[in-house]
């Protein structure tokens, strides 16, 4: 089967909306990896597990994720590397559940909105950020409280959040507002394979 562009709207649940991307992906592209691509776009720190719900199943990225979380052990299940986008059987419209850091529950809604025919050539042009707002998430930090600081933002144009997902010292103080579609498309792929380098080869 030829390879096709999947394109998804991803918001981050329970923010009004205010944080958000288009992004297209190839239909080769791994559910693993599209969680790599949420993760880096948000500007997550990347160091907490995650799970996805497609149509009543959970995947997880090992098994010992899903041994570790207190599921119905009748609740199906399976890892997230082994199912490409493509053979997904997904419908436009249909909607794929992202959850990250399960102490804090970040979640993310992501909806299919096309499916089109990759141009002969352009592979490497993918995964690709089409359109956005918001310029992260904070990680342990509920969207709740998130949303918050959004409000407060909007009110008088500070936050009172001083987050890095780099982890420095001496960082400003975040503002959703400040979101660069083209820093992010630039660093896209870089900051993918540094997430899929931690979650796939960590050692303890």
Known sequence: MAVQIYTFKIIYAECDNKIWRTAAVSSNYTLAELGYMVLAT????????FEMKYKGTSFFLTEEDFEDLPY??????DLLGLYKIGKLGMNIGDTIEMTYDFGCEQVFSIELLEISDMPKGHGRAYPKILDGAGRSIVDDMPAFELLEAIKKTDADGHSGIFYSSSGFDNVPEWDYRNYDINTDN?????????????YENYEE
Request: hydrophobic share 30%.
């Open 186 to 198: 630039c660093l896209l792929k870089g900051t993918i394979e540094q997430i899929r380098d931690g």
């Open 42 to 49: 948000f500007d997550t720190m990347a160091y907490h597990l």
């Open 72 to 77: 119905n052990e009748d609740e199906p299940y």
